[in-house]
């Protein structure tokens, strides 16, 4: 694989082309408006000049790296490349119309890829006419610092797309982990429930966000609490995930506590907003 395209300038996306650039592949970072990109570009741009200025990385490295980064806001790019990797909302109808989109503009050898975080790889594939070519690549954020790639087939998938992926995420410098379809995968399937466990314990005054936080640290070894973990991840996504849990299997040990649906109604959702179970003002 050489050419990379990225759907999706937020926060997962540009770390995602981040990382591929890094790694020497050439990408394009799709989204619907020229200022999204551009600030996206500023964001990868930063995070390696902190590289430089740490000596880890030489100026002229820098410099290469945003190089090997075009821009685009329509889908033509897909036409070329040898991967699409979707980083859009955590929306299974707007998933669904987007991979549809690119099966029509994708060249046929193309692996279709979905950076979804707990919606079944399988539901997204049978909206193309490829679903052997569809396949989970679940980044951790911040992209360019962790080193899991969740890897996730498909019902469909078949094993040369797994290991063309698998290949491409090494490549990366990740470690790729195989994990099968179902919902949440491993990783928000453990997580989630232990988050929204979590703010149950704020919600009937167990003890206060720091306090919660503060024993999951000290007590479990975490390197950030819970609550604090999920003002990063975004109590919006927190919430998306925690009801394909409960879609999903049909289990109530998943619902959302009423504090968590709460606060992403009032716009609470995090650092990203400024108000979750901290102040970010």
Same mark, same amino acid.
């Given at each position: 694989?050489?050419?990379?395209?990225?759907?999706?300038?937020?926060?997962?996306?540009?770390?995602?082309?981040?990382?591929?650039?890094?790694?020497?592949?050439?990408?394009? #970072?799709?989204?619907?408006?020229?200022?999204?990109?551009?600030?996206?570009?500023?964001?990868?741009?930063?995070?390696?000049? *902190?590289?430089? %200025?740490?000596?880890? @990385?030489?100026?002229?490295?820098?410099?290469?790296?945003?190089?090997?980064? &075009?821009?685009?806001?329509?889908?033509?790019?897909?036409?070329?490349?040898?991967?699409?990797?979707?980083?859009?909302?955590?929306?299974?109808?707007?998933?669904?119309? #987007?991979?549809?989109?690119? %099966?029509?503009?994708?060249?046929?050898?193309?692996?279709?890829?979905?950076?979804?975080?707990?919606?079944?790889?399988?539901? !997204?594939?049978?909206?193309?006419?490829?679903? +052997?070519?569809?396949?989970?690549?679940?980044? @951790?954020?911040?992209?360019?610092?962790?080193?899991?790639?969740?890897?996730?087939?498909?019902? =469909?998938?078949? %094993?040369?797309?797994?290991?063309?992926?698998?290949?491409?995420?090494?490549?990366?410098?990740?470690? =790729?982990?195989?994990?099968?379809?179902?919902?949440?995968?491993? =990783?928000?399937?453990?997580?989630?429930?232990?988050?929204?466990?979590?703010?149950?314990?704020?919600?009937?005054?167990?003890?206060?966000?720091?306090?919660?936080?503060?024993?999951?640290?000290?007590? @479990?070894?975490?390197? @950030?609490?819970?609550?604090?973990?999920?003002?990063?991840?975004?109590? +919006?996504?927190?919430?998306? !995930? #925690? &009801?394909?849990?409960?879609?999903?299997?049909?289990?109530?040990?998943?619902?959302?506590?009423?504090?968590?649906?709460?606060?992403? %109604?009032?716009?609470?959702?995090?650092?990203?907003?400024? *108000?979750?179970?901290?102040?970010?003002?």
């Amino acid at each position: 694989m050489k050419n990379i395209v990225v759907i999706g300038a937020g926060t997962m996306g540009n770390g995602i082309a981040h990382t591929a650039a890094a790694s020497g592949f050439e990408v394009t #970072l799709v989204d619907v408006a020229g200022e999204l990109l551009q600030r996206a570009l500023a964001t990868i741009a930063a995070n390696l000049q *902190r590289g430089v %200025d740490k000596g880890k @990385m030489p100026a002229a490295e820098k410099v290469a790296v945003v190089a090997r980064i &075009r821009t685009a806001t329509d889908l033509e790019a897909m036409a070329t490349a040898d991967i699409v990797i979707e980083a859009i909302s955590e929306n299974l109808a707007a998933k669904l119309d #987007l991979f549809a989109k690119l %099966d029509t503009v994708a060249g046929p050898e193309c692996i279709l890829a979905s950076n979804t975080s707990s919606i079944s790889i399988t539901k !997204i594939a049978a909206a193309t006419k490829r679903p +052997d070519k569809v396949i989970g690549m679940h980044f @951790m954020n911040p992209v360019p610092v962790m080193a899991l790639v969740e890897v996730i087939r498909g019902i =469909a998938t078949s %094993d040369d797309t797994f290991q063309c992926v698998e290949s491409l995420a090494k490549q990366m410098g990740k470690t =790729a982990i195989e994990v099968n379809d179902y919902p949440g995968f491993v =990783a928000n399937r453990v997580l989630m429930p232990m988050i929204n466990e979590a703010i149950f314990a704020l919600y009937e005054g167990v003890a206060t966000a720091a306090s919660i936080d503060g024993v999951m640290k000290l007590g @479990m070894n975490h390197p @950030m609490g819970p609550l604090t973990l999920a003002d990063f991840i975004g109590l +919006d996504v927190c919430l998306a !995930i #925690l &009801r394909v849990l409960e879609g999903g299997f049909g289990d109530p040990k998943y619902r959302p506590c009423p504090l968590l649906v709460k606060m992403v %109604d009032a716009g609470w959702l995090g650092r990203k907003s400024g *108000r979750g179970f901290y102040s970010y003002a």
